[in-house]
């Protein structure tokens, strides 16, 4: 059965719908565990998101994969400047309700629903709880605030294909260390190419691995980036 969950972004709503994802710090910017943020890797494939920002709900989005380890998005530029520079980015399919619902005007029916800890919003004011990022919710929760909207449900069930994957920011990252390795002028040439070649026979090597063996054979875990 999928999970709920309700996302409050006012900072980054807009880089995250457009991105067709999720991105969070690891801890609190003191170190501090964050439940809100633990909840990333809690989320899983199939799971709905409320997107909360500007006192609305304006998107549902469907969670496509696991989260993984990613540094902060580029495309927050000052947003959370505050923010620590890695953290976990979760893969969510968009798709735009309609008409926007304010909480605010279903406080009345929605206050005694939402959860007694760790709640995204003031089950009496209707206002976005500070430090709340991604909450989980109930269903009728859920219910509540789509059941008088419309949203493509079949876009959401069959959207996402084209969503990021741990394979393809890896990718990235990969390429963008290789440039780093390559305009660092204090290695020599022959350096560079020992330490490139070396973290592609690495990664080569766990390809090679996954091809084989689908699940970790002390945990069996099968997400690839954990």
């Known amino acids: 059965m999928p999970q709920f969950w309700w996302v409050n972004h006012n900072q980054t709503a807009r880089q995250e719908i457009e991105g067709q994802y999720l991105w969070s710090p690891k801890t609190e910017s003191n170190g501090a565990r964050s439940e809100f943020y633990n909840n990333m890797r809690r989320a899983s494939p199939g799971d709905f998101v409320l997107s909360f920002f500007d006192q609305a709900i304006r998107y549902v989005g469907r969670v496509t994969e696991f989260a993984f380890t990613a540094p902060k998005p580029a495309e927050f530029k000052e947003a959370g400047s505050y923010w620590n520079k890695e953290g ?4 969510v399919f968009w798709t735009r309700l ?3 619902i304010r909480p605010k005007a279903l406080i009345g029916v ?3 629903l939402l959860p007694s800890k760790y709640s995204p919003i003031s089950p009496t004011s209707g206002s976005g709880n500070q430090k709340a990022y991604l909450a989980n919710i109930s269903s009728v929760v859920f219910q509540t605030i ?4 419309v949203f493509d449900r079949a876009a959401l069930e069959r959207g996402g294909a084209n969503s990021l994957t741990f394979e393809i920011v890896n990718e ?5 260390v290789e440039r780093q390795i390559k305009d660092d002028r204090s290695l020599d040439d022959t350096v560079k190419k020992s330490v490139i070649l070396a973290r592609r026979g690495q990664g080569k090597f766990r390809a090679n691995v996954e091809t084989v063996e689908r699940s970790c054979r002390l945990t069996g875990v099968t997400n690839p980036s954990l």
Not at 172 to 176: P, V
């Open 172 to 176: 990235q990252l990969e390429d963008a």
């Open 146 to 149: 789509v059941t008088d909207a």
């Open 88 to 91: 976990w980015l979760l893969p």
């Open 98 to 100: 309609e008409p926007s």
């Open 110 to 112: 929605l206050g005694p």
